[in-house]
C-alpha cells in the first residue's frame, strides 16, 4: 500500500476569499490538504491587526472545504520542525511565501490576481466610509 502524501497549505485566512480556495484546490492535486493555521497572536504581531474572524471561526470554515483534510495550528513562519511534527510531505504557499524549508519540500504558486485579504479590508473599510458620509450629508 502506497503512503498519501501529506500537503501543507500555510495560511492566516483573516478573511476567506475565492484565492484561498484555488490554493487548496491546486494542493489537493498532490495529495492529502492539511491546513497549517496561524494564531491571532501571530497575526497581530505579524501583520499587525487583529483578524476579523478569530482561530476558531477560521478553522471552522476551513475545515468545512472539500479539500481540507484536517486543520492544525501552526507559527507564522513555518519551518522543518513543523513539518515533522505534522508529517508533512510537501509545502504548498504563493509566490509571498516567507518560510524556511527546504527547497525539495516546498511547491510555490502564483497568487491569485487582484484578490487579498488585504484588499477586502480595505474594500470594507472604503465602504464604511461611503456609507458614513451618505449618512452626514
Do not use: C, W
Not at 497572536?41 to 487583529?50: S, T
Not at 485579504?117 to 451618505?134: M, P, Q, V, Y
Amino acid at each position: 500500500m502506497s503512503k498519501i502524501t501529506r500537503i501543507m497549505v500555510d495560511m492566516s485566512a483573516p478573511l476567506i476569499h475565492h484565492g484561498h480556495i484555488r490554493l487548496l484546490k491546486k494542493a489537493a492535486k498532490f495529495g492529502e490538504v492539511v491546513v497549517g493555521l496561524s494564531s491571532d497572536k501571530d497575526i497581530l504581531k505579524y501583520k499587525g491587526y487583529i483578524p476579523e474572524l478569530n482561530f476558531r471561526q477560521r478553522k471552522e470554515i476551513i475545515s468545512s472545504i472539500k479539500y481540507v483534510g484536517s486543520v492544525v495550528k501552526v507559527n507564522y513562519h513555518v519551518d522543518e520542525k513543523d513539518l515533522k511534527k505534522h508529517n508533512i510531505d510537501l509545502l504548498v504557499h504563493g509566490t509571498d511565501n516567507f518560510n524556511k524549508v527546504k527547497k525539495k519540500k516546498l511547491k510555490i504558486f502564483n497568487r491569485t490576481p487582484g484578490i487579498s485579504s488585504s484588499l477586502l479590508r480595505i474594500k470594507a473599510s472604503n465602504n464604511i466610509k461611503l456609507k458614513k458620509r451618505k449618512f452626514v450629508s
